[in-house]
Nanobody
Framework: QVQLVESGGGLVQPGGSLTLSCRTSGSIFTWSIMGWYRQAPGKQREWVAAVHNSGVTNYADSVKGRFTISRDNAKNTVYLQMNALNAEDTAVYYC?????????WGQGTQVTVSS
């Protein structure tokens, strides 16, 4: 069964950095576009970033220039490096295919930006 497991979240001060990881089963990873998504309290889940299997990346305007998505095909893992974090980045972060599949939503990892 394919699973996506997110990790790396935590509490960080405004202006700080975190790196999230998403480990996946290899069968969907090697040929898929992978994405990061987030859901803040009281808001709908939104797309954050995507990385093609070629390495081409795309970002939501709200994170462009601050976040970097990358993938390691050998490790079946996708990463999200987050810099210059602010309170509006507080959310549960998920990885999934891009566009997402309801089959693959995991538990997510909580990111809280607070002083």
């Amino acid at each position: 069964q394919v699973q996506l497991v997110e990790s790396g979240g935590g509490l960080v001060q405004p202006g700080g950095s975190l790196t999230l990881s998403c480990r996946t089963s290899g069968s969907i990873f090697t040929w898929s576009i992978m994405g990061w998504y987030r859901q803040a309290p009281g808001k709908q889940r939104e797309w954050v970033a995507a990385v093609h299997n070629s390495g081409v990346t795309n970002y939501a305007d709200s994170v462009k220039g601050r976040f970097t998505i990358s993938r390691d095909n050998a490790k079946n893992t996708v990463y999200l490096q987050m810099n210059a974090l602010n309170a509006e980045d507080t959310a549960v972060y998920y990885c999934n295919l891009h566009p997402p599949s309801n089959r693959y939503w995991g538990q997510g990892t909580q990111v809280t930006v607070s002083s």
